[in-house]
């Protein structure tokens, strides 16, 4: 790169009418009007005579002109006139336009520094230089991957969860080794075959057995991490006729047939229930099942099995798990609800819903996603007539639309509230991180996966589709700013909103220098931060559907706060327990889903769009991609 010349603008005026060609009028005028002569001109009477005679003679000409140009084209109206008569007054024309005319402008000539400057505000680079800078970004996270890795394998490698501070593993759903199985499709996804060779060496070591010994497990949490995950990763290995993205590791049969082992154990919660939805715990050992202790099973985990029980169906060629799991589905459509929103417990006692908590965050959230997921991953499908669940979910954002989205005070973000005792109390400014998830789930159930160019191109979109779409934009939006409002950069796992019902003072995030400082309130209760994904999946999705490159930016801005305050230098990133101050202590826990989700979504987002396409993948609510299959 050439040094820069020792001069700016401030320096150097350059005035374009030094290069320009300047006609004779304009040289005589400028002249008149700005040498001495106007001084000496003006100053006696002889002068000023001489210059009204100029500027009479020059009015004088420009009339001839004209009149003679009308009468040639009556002439020519009435036929007469000749062709030599015509060419003069045109040639005169011609000649009085070339005096008259102005000089063209021309770009203004910029030095080596401004051109920068001006380059840079433009804002726009040329297409390989933000191409190269995005599959940068893309190796940082893959590098953040290998450091959260490096961490679980040296002091956590077989245990649920890492402790980074403390250097040590933990097992908190199961003893399955859940990070491994989690993160093990990232790592194909991310082409680290060491990682993958390690992760699938102690599968095929270890897994089995510690299916059949362990105790209880959690029926939602095993579905979506570890069944999801294996099931993914046969996918991903070649399985299926599927792509081979792992060059290294156990053969793909081996994740189906643990896949199959640890379903036919999780089906005792589904065939030890007197009614269509699943206890929600399952005792592995001995393939038993119970209710929670309160008696009841929260309406997104029962709601939040089909993808992998359908997935199953399809590859093992047994019906069985697809038909257990689409029970709770069919029996949820006949449920009353208001609508389309339902409360967050369900019996599986009884088959009612229990209680009128309306919310889309926790215990909530993922029934609203998987309605349409299920329906994208059967709808091609000879198996029946799935179109309820598509009914069922548009159904619901209608109802969400009326009954929960508001927008704060003064900024005017887009939010999901709650409601707390049901749709006929009070409207609580609450919302969860989790609930960040519905933006990337509106945009997926507008576009059905497509681009939005595409969708409008082909006019798949109906006004309701476009309205989804925009309030998607306008939740991601609120989403980012629940990063951007905290003196961290990162969001807190609960924030409420200014309304003109609710307010409190000295809650604010911590940033001052954000515009919505005063919109987001953060309590003190729900400042911690857990490494969660949903944020980032849906940037993820948004940037798919709509390529607007702020989405990327947005993503950017999170992983480097990610970098800047979770690392932990001996391996692995650790969950928050205050984003509003600065360093925030840490929690000593990284989640599973760190590595399965948050990750996966931030490599997916920086790199092309063709690796793992949203018309030919279904996610799972962990993060692990589905194929899906067409009749």
Not at 393 to 414: D, N, T, W
Not at 433 to 445: E, K, M, Q, S, Y
Not at 453 to 461: C, F, I, Y
Request: aromatic share 10%.
């Amino acid at each position: 790169m050439s040094k820069s010349l020792p001069y700016s603008m401030k320096d150097v005026h350059y005035d374009n009418a030094k290069f320009r060609h300047r006609s004779l009028f304009k040289v005589i005028t400028q002249t008149l009007l700005t040498s001495n002569m106007r001084r000496e001109c003006v100053s006696c009477s002889t002068g000023k005579f001489l210059g009204l005679l100029l500027i009479f003679g020059i009015a004088c000409l420009m009339l001839t002109h004209t009149n003679k140009a009308h009468s040639v084209s009556d002439g020519l109206a009435k036929g007469i006139g000749t062709n030599e008569e015509h060419k003069e007054v045109t040639d005169v024309g011609i000649r009085f336009k070339k005096l008259f005319r102005r000089a063209p402008r021309l770009p203004p000539r910029l030095s080596p520094d401004e051109k920068i400057i001006h380059h840079n505000f433009t804002g726009k680079l040329d297409e390989p230089n933000v191409e190269e800078q995005w599959k940068a970004r893309q190796q940082n996270v893959k590098d953040a991957f290998t450091h959260a890795w490096s961490g679980y394998k040296k002091f956590a490698m077989g245990y649920d969860e890492l402790m980074p501070v403390s250097r040590l593993g933990v097992d908190g759903l199961g003893g399955l080794g859940a990070t491994v199985v989690d993160a093990l499709d990232t790592a194909m996804i991310m082409g680290l075959d060491e990682v993958v060779s390690e992760a699938g060496s102690w599968i095929e070591s270890h897994l089995l057995d510690r299916i059949r010994q362990k105790g209880q497990v959690n029926l939602f949490e095993t579905t979506i991490r570890v069944l999801g995950g294996l099931l993914s990763a046969y996918h991903l290995s070649g399985g299926d006729q599927g792509m081979t993205l792992a060059q290294k590791g156990p053969k793909p049969t081996l994740y189906l047939d643990i896949a199959k082992n640890l379903a036919d154990r999780l089906l005792s919660a589904f065939t030890s229930s007197p009614t269509a939805i699943p206890f929600s715990d399952v005792v592995l050992r001995d393939s038993s099942a119970h209710s929670a202790p309160d008696g009841l099973s929260s309406t997104s985990e029962v709601s939040t099995l089909q993808l992998e029980f359908n997935y199953l169906s399809a590859i093992s060629g047994d019906p069985k798990y697809s038909t257990e799991g689409m029970k709770v589905l069919a029996h949820l459509k006949t449920l009353p609800k208001t609508e389309g929103l339902v409360p967050i417990y369900i019996s599986p006692h009884s088959g009612e819903f229990s209680g009128e908590n309306i919310r889309l965050g926790s215990r909530g959230d993922s029934y609203y996603e998987y309605l349409i997921k299920v329906w994208l991953q059967l709808r091609d499908t000879q198996d029946g007539n799935f179109t309820y669940l598509h009914d069922m979910y548009e159904e619901a954002m209608r109802g969400v639309k009326h009954m929960l989205v508001q927008k704060s005070i003064p900024s005017e973000l887009v939010f999901v509230g709650e409601l707390p005792v049901g749709p006929k109390g009070y409207l609580s400014p609450k919302m969860d991180h989790l609930v960040c998830f519905l933006p990337g789930t509106l945009a997926l159930g507008a576009t059905k996966g497509l681009t939005k160019e595409k969708a409008m191109k082909d006019n798949l979109l109906t006004f309701e589709d476009l309205e989804n779409l925009k309030l998607a934009e306008d939740l991601t939006k609120t989403c980012f700013e629940m990063y951007s409002v905290t003196s961290t950069g990162l969001a807190p796992e609960i924030a409420y909103f200014h309304t003109k019902d609710y307010f409190e003072s000295g809650l604010d995030g911590g940033n001052k220098s954000s515009e919505y400082e005063n919109d987001i309130i953060i309590k003190h209760a729900d400042r911690h931060n857990l490494l969660r994904p949903e944020t980032v999946e849906s940037l993820f999705v948004l940037y798919r559907i709509t390529k607007d490159p702020k989405y990327r930016d947005w993503g950017w801005q999170i992983f480097e706060s990610f970098e800047k305050y979770t690392k932990v230098e001996s391996g692995g990133y650790s969950s928050l327990d205050d984003v509003t101050t600065v360093p925030p202590p840490k929690r000593d826990k990284m989640e599973t889903f760190f590595l399965g989700e948050t990750l996966k979504y931030l490599y997916l987002l920086f790199g092309d769009s063709s690796v793992i396409p949203l018309d030919k993948f279904v996610f799972n609510t962990e993060a692990h991609p589905l194929p899906i299959k067409s009749s």
